[in-house]
């Protein structure tokens, strides 16, 4: 029995979301006696896996062929079923990503699996039980599910595990596919992948602006304020409809889902749709220059402001924290 993590890549770099998986694993490793061992697909060498050892996994099979480059959910299945047989593993954790999400249900299905997404605890594995807690109702509840099939696939939220580091280097295997082109079907041509210093989805801490930011002409007010503190930008569904801001960088009930420890909302009035995107954040800061706005409801703190004076005080605040 063995623990088996899916290791996301991107530009030759393990994603922040898989060393948070990784350290999840070896601690549920650790509470079953095992060993934990990762499979990673597409473009990323050998050298940059073996770190993960700091993680706690021992090996990593990977798969770099030309048509998996970029993610294809038949492919990526195959690989990640045949690296559970190779390891015989019992638990897989997945990060709570677009890949995790697609492939879980694939893979749950081809290997007769139990499957719990947006995990947010530890396994509580008291008698016979493997219990998990899951966030539902886009983060408004939690679920207790108890994962019963030979086979557990546990897709953990992101930003809800700190990641832990240790002394090891990880054995990288490399593990050869027989592709099918079935298995193929709807390989990308291209990837365009969203640019920026920090990724929205990999994010700490996200600084957001919506139609109160009143004009694209300001909107380097939160990029300031983003860069004082390390922390990615977003924007709400309206600004991206009308073409503020690019598309990708929409965070709500239609576009990403994200959970940051920090979310700051800049000028947006907290529709619910925008709120189950970004509910789950750890804490939620709030700038409207209207009292009654709904956002405040939901957020750990408030500011009742104008956005455009509010904002470069803050931005030289995180500045002097920093210097």
């Known amino acids: 029995m063995a623990v088996l993590v899916l290791i996301e890549c991107a530009d030759n770099q393990v994603k922040k979301?898989?060393?948070?998986?990784?350290?999840?694993?070896?601690?549920?490793?650790?509470?079953?006696?095992?060993?934990?061992?990762?499979?990673?697909?597409?473009?990323?060498?050998?050298?940059?896996?073996?770190?993960?050892?700091?993680?706690?996994?021992?090996?990593?099979?990977?798969?770099?062929?030309?048509?998996?480059?970029?993610?294809?959910?038949?492919?990526?299945?195959?690989?990640?079923?045949?690296?559970v047989e190779a390891a015989g593993a019992q638990v897989v954790i997945l990060s709570n990503s677009s890949i995790g999400a697609a492939v879980g249900a694939r893979l749950a299905v081809r290997l007769n699996a139990s499957l719990a997404t947006n995990v947010v605890t530890l396994p509580d594995l008291a008698g016979s039980a493997f219990k998990v807690r899951r966030g539902v109702f886009s983060g408004k509840a939690f679920a207790d599910v108890n994962l019963t099939a030979d086979l557990k696939i546990i897709a953990i939220q992101k930003n809800a595990f700190e990641i832990t580091e240790q002394e090891g280097t990880a054995e990288v295997t490399a593990l050869p596919i027989s592709f099918s082109e079935t298995d193929v079907t709807g390989t990308p041509t291209e990837t365009i992948r969203a640019t920026g210093k920090i990724l929205l989805t990999e994010a700490d801490k996200v600084v957001s602006g919506g139609r109160g930011m009143r004009g694209p002409e300001n909107w380097h007010l939160i990029e300031d304020l983003a860069n004082a503190l390390g922390a990615a930008t977003a924007c709400s569904k309206p600004v991206a409809d009308v073409g503020w801001r690019p598309h990708h960088e929409h965070v709500g009930q239609t576009g990403i889902t994200i959970s940051p420890n920090l979310y700051i909302a800049c000028g947006i009035s907290g529709a619910i749709q925008h709120l189950a995107g970004v509910n789950s954040s750890k804490v939620?800061?709030?700038?409207?220059?209207?009292?009654?706005?709904?956002?405040?409801?939901?957020?750990?703190?408030?500011?009742?402001?104008?956005?455009?004076?509010?904002?470069?005080?803050?931005?030289?605040?995180?500045?002097?924290?920093?210097?």
């Not at 009292?291 to 455009?308: L, N, R, S």
């Not at 470069?312 to 920093?322: D, G, I």
């Open 284 to 323: 939620i800061v709030v700038i409207n220059k209207d009292p009654e706005a709904p956002f405040f409801k939901a957020a750990d703190y408030g500011i009742v402001g104008d956005v455009a004076e509010v904002l470069p005080k803050l931005t030289e605040a995180a500045k002097a924290l920093n210097q």
């Open 17 to 83: 979301s898989s060393l948070e998986a990784a350290s999840y694993a070896s601690q549920v490793a650790t509470a079953l006696s095992t060993s934990v061992m990762g499979v990673a697909i597409g473009n990323i060498s050998p050298d940059a896996l073996a770190p993960l050892g700091q993680q706690g996994i021992s090996k990593v099979f990977y798969n770099n062929e030309e048509r998996v480059k970029n993610f294809v959910p038949a492919a990526y299945t195959k690989v990640i079923a045949q690296a």
